[in-house]
Nanobody
Framework: QVQLVESGGGLVQPGGSLRLSCLAS??????????MAWYRQAPGKERELVAT???????IYVDSVKGRFTISRDNAKKTVYLQMSSLKPEDTAVYYC???????????WGQGTQVTVSS
């Protein structure tokens, strides 16, 4: 069984920064050999992919966050991060992390962490 726990969300003004963390309870082998991803879901919208990172550290970002968000991972700590800067009101959402399997969400999700960008 894999558990994911996100943290680091909060209320921030436009232009501000936040760093999200996702701690995995999976074994070290499972964590470091699988790609990870951050998704987000805004009110009334479908959950959307934000960024992915492979086991080797290669990253992909949705166009709307390129140049502003950075995904990274620390395999020793079994944690994946999402550094968010130059935040915009449209970044407001609940952010979730997941383990990818075959390039798709594995079905393991955390409880999410709320990010609200507002003045």
């Amino acid at each position: 069984q894999v558990q994911l726990v996100e943290s680091g969300g909060g209320l921030v003004q436009p232009g501000g920064s936040l760093r999200l963390s996702c701690l995995a309870s999976a074994s070290g082998i499972i964590f470091r050999t699988n790609a990870m991803a951050w998704y987000r879901q805004a009110p009334g919208k479908e959950r959307e992919l934000v960024a992915t990172i492979t086991s080797g550290g290669s990253t992909i970002y949705v166009d709307s966050v390129k140049g502003r968000f950075t995904i990274s991972r620390d395999n020793a700590k079994k944690t994946v991060y999402l550094q968010m800067s130059s935040l915009k009101p449209e970044d407001t959402a609940v952010y979730y992390c997941t383990i990818l399997a075959g390039g798709r969400p594995s079905g393991y999700w955390g409880q999410g962490t709320q990010v609200t960008v507002s003045s």
